[in-house]
């Protein structure tokens, strides 16, 4: 199945429910009645209470202008103000050598979204190490072992509980030696909250602008589409602590849509790069806002 | 404090106007439930649950008498506090146990929530309880799921009952017996984390719940899962018929809302909650703490309580003359700080009190360090001082400074805000109390 083809599977299953649910309202007519539910609407998909008051007060200021009572005209303007906040923040263009840290809270699929990484480079006949980076989490380092194999590619790791960041920074001697196009660090999921595990965090950043200035350094946010308002409680602090260039939204392939990333493209101009649709390989997809805008609405 | 004031600063812009006590009318409610449904969203709450729980603490807030205690605000929050609890309540932390060992329990929930750390929490505590626990490795899936159950049950001590990637059905059947031949009474199976459309997945543990009969079947929610955490929580309930819900990572920032809509949909209990990832990190379920979260701020209730007790109706009146009189000295001051320490600190008392809010009191004013400091401060100064500030000059508050350990400019600040205060209480002399004098 094609890279639309999979989103828009992923994202069918609540989309009739909600096409049906608006056309129910506009039987009504365009009243305040329509665009409070709309504003429901848009909240059912974990887009925050502010920002879908935004959107609402935009559409309902420009239907009254327009003098609009036509519905697919309405949903088009929805779509349209949807995919422009997604789209404000320009997609980073991955240029080699480089190095990907992936941070995230616990159980958001940071691993998991490692593996496919891996095979993705791969499939763009990139060589490609893994650093094993989450040395904290009971058998994290076998389960990314897991995914190099299946991916085909090399991995660096230390025991538990040794220093992530000395994985980091002997992954990337390798990576230097070896020539490697891609380096990709998995890290412990971390609360936002925890200071001391964002210092930690701080660290393997310093280790890898310091020992390997040469290659271009994304770090990635992965978030799970599952979470509420709390990703952007979660994206704001991990931005301050390493300056974050995208996100990865995972787990998209259960019936929650992830529409808090309006808020945070809005909000904070983080771009979402990539999305996850499930747990094999090839599950993982370049984010389009266009394709992700038609699965909310 | 941030989060902590925001329902209650909008609650009290609402009701800023409505200053006698009365009865509350339905446009006060409606203008109040506003602001209680934001709330409500922004904790994740989902949206045709927090549209039911304000239909139907409208009907019953109508109508009712405003405390004598609280203002119209505080008398909103009240309601909705209590609603909160009473809808999240039945403080079951107890897990069944069997009649006839071995006791089992199933997890399940979607990948993620913390389901594999959560067996070696629970089999901790059952240990710690005097049980003999078996944890079961049933997640085939997920790469190296089977090792880091080992790993985390080496951890509690607790032995873990793995068959490779067997069929986990076959697996749990063959630990119960197990279970029974080696003395285990505990059997805690662990499962794959799987989402509630994946048919396959769901069936599978339909048949090992129809194989061994769990005594517990306990879904695990993160606790930060927003709008579909109703979906999910019903699907799982519908499918297997659930004992209980376990929430797991209170330990971030989330105010974990999705707890109310899952109590909604499956009236199942929430016994425990995971605020850590140390194996001891589990707790009992408290309804109160959690309405308040939800809220975003400390329980007022309990706070406005607190203040009753820790100032005693002598000491009140007292401060209340010299209010009335004008003649508050930094004696009293002191005496304040004491007395709002006593009800564990200043920031979140401040916010509770009417009014107090809009006065713009910044937490950074208030910190607990500060206080010490200040404290440090009047100490140093003599009786006279304390009673009659005006009489420090520049000598005296060289000396205070060096008595103290601060420095002048401290004590110059802490002149200044002593002063502002006295212009404070001044706004509360015409008759009007402060409300922890009561």
């Known amino acids: ?297 | 404090m941030a989060l902590f004031s925001s329902l209650s600063d909008r609650l009290n812009h609402i009701f800023s106007k409505l200053t006698k006590h009365g009865k509350l009318t339905e446009l006060e409610i409606k203008g109040a439930m506003r602001e209680v449904r934001i709330a409500l969203l922004e904790a994740d709450v989902n949206i045709f649950v927090a549209k039911k729980f304000i239909a139907d603490v409208s009907e019953k807030a109508v109508g009712q008498e405003i405390l004598k205690s609280l203002n119209p605000a505080q008398q909103v929050i009240k309601i909705v506090n209590e609603e909160l609890i009473a809808l999240m309540g039945s403080t079951n932390a107890k897990l069944e146990i069997a009649d006839k060992p071995p006791t089992v329990i199933m997890m399940c929930g979607l990948q993620g929530a913390g389901k594999t750390t959560l067996c070696g929490k629970l089999a901790m505590l059952l240990k710690k309880q005097g049980k003999k626990p078996l944890l079961v490795a049933g997640d085939i899936y997920r790469p190296a799921a089977i090792n880091q159950l080992q790993v985390v049950g080496g951890k509690a001590g607790v032995p873990v009952f793995e068959k490779g990637t067997q069929n986990p059905v076959k697996t749990a059947k063959q630990a119960i017996e197990q279970a029974r031949s080696m003395g285990n009474d505990v059997v805690i199976i662990d499962t794959a984390g799987r989402l509630h459309i994946d048919e396959t997945l769901m069936q599978e543990l339909e048949n090992i719940k129809n194989e061994v009969h769990p005594n517990e079947i306990l879904l695990t929610v993160d606790s930060m899962t927003g709008q579909d955490a109703v979906n999910v929580a019903e699907t799982f309930n519908k499918r297997l018929d659930v004992t209980g819900v376990i929430l797991t990572k209170l330990d971030g920032d989330t105010r974990g809302g999705a707890c109310l809509s899952i109590k909604a949909v499956t009236g199942k209990p929430i016994k425990f909650i995971g605020v850590g990832e140390k194996l001891t990190d589990l707790e009992p379920f408290y309804p109160d703490r959690m309405a308040s979260r939800i809220l975003g701020m400390g329980d007022v209730l309990s706070l406005i309580e607190k203040a009753q007790e820790a100032v005693t109706e002598e000491q009140a009146k007292k401060l209340e003359k010299k209010l009335r009189e004008a003649s508050f000295t930094l004696e009293d001051y002191l005496m304040q700080f004491e007395s709002l320490k006593k009800m564990g600190g200043i920031a979140s008392v401040m916010g509770m009190m009417p009014g107090m809010s809009k006065l713009k009191i910044k937490e950074s004013d208030f910190d607990e360090e500060k206080i010490e400091r200040i404290k440090a401060i009047i100490l140093s100064m003599t009786m006279k001082e304390r009673e009659k500030p005006e009489i420090i000059n520049s000598s005296r508050k060289r000396r205070i400074a060096l008595g103290s350990g601060t420095n002048v400019q401290e004590v110059n600040q802490l002149l200044k805000q002593f002063e502002q205060t006295k212009l404070m209480m001044k706004q509360f002399k015409n008759g009007k109390r402060l409300p922890f004098m009561r």
């Open chain 1, 1 to 297: 199945m094609g890279f639309f083809g999979k989103i828009i599977g992923a994202l069918k299953k609540t989309k009739d429910n909600i096409s049906g649910k608006l056309s129910a309202l506009f039987a009504k007519g365009l009243g305040d009645d329509f665009y409070d539910e709309l504003e429901e609407i848009l909240i059912s998909a974990d887009i925050s209470v502010i920002t879908a008051e935004e959107i609402v007060d935009q559409i309902r200021a420009e239907a009254k202008k327009e003098k609009l009572k036509d519905k697919e005209y309405v949903i088009d303007l929805l779509k349209d103000v949807i995919e422009d906040t997604l789209s404000q923040a320009e997609v980073p263009e991955i240029e080699y050598p480089a190095v990907i840290m992936l941070v995230g809270v616990n159980g958001v699929g940071k691993t998991t979204t490692i593996g496919k990484l891996a095979n993705y480079f791969v499939k763009e006949k990139k060589s490609v190490t893994l650093a094993a980076a989450d040395t904290f989490r009971a058998a994290a380092a076998d389960q990314l072992t897991v995914w190099a194999e299946r991916a085909k590619v090399r991995i660096v790791k230390h025991e538990e509980g040794s220093d992530p960041s000395a994985v980091v920074y002997d992954a990337i001697s390798s990576a230097k030696a070896k020539k490697t196009d891609v380096v990709i660090v998995d890290t412990a999921g971390r609360l936002h909250v925890k200071a001391n595990l964002m210092e930690e965090l701080k660290k393997m950043d310093r280790v890898v602008e310091r020992d390997y200035p040469e290659a271009h350094f994304y770090k990635f946010l992965v978030l799970d589409a599952t979470t509420g308002q709390n990703a952007l409680s979660q994206a704001k602090l991990f931005d301050e602590a390493v300056d974050l260039d995208g996100i990865v939204l995972t787990k998209l392939d259960g019936t929650a849509k992830g529409g808090f990333v309006v808020s945070l493209c809005g909000e904070l101009q983080i771009p979402v790069v990539f999305v996850g649709t499930g747990e094999k390989l090839d599950d993982l997809q370049l984010f389009d806002a266009e394709e992700f805008t038609e699965g909310i609405i």
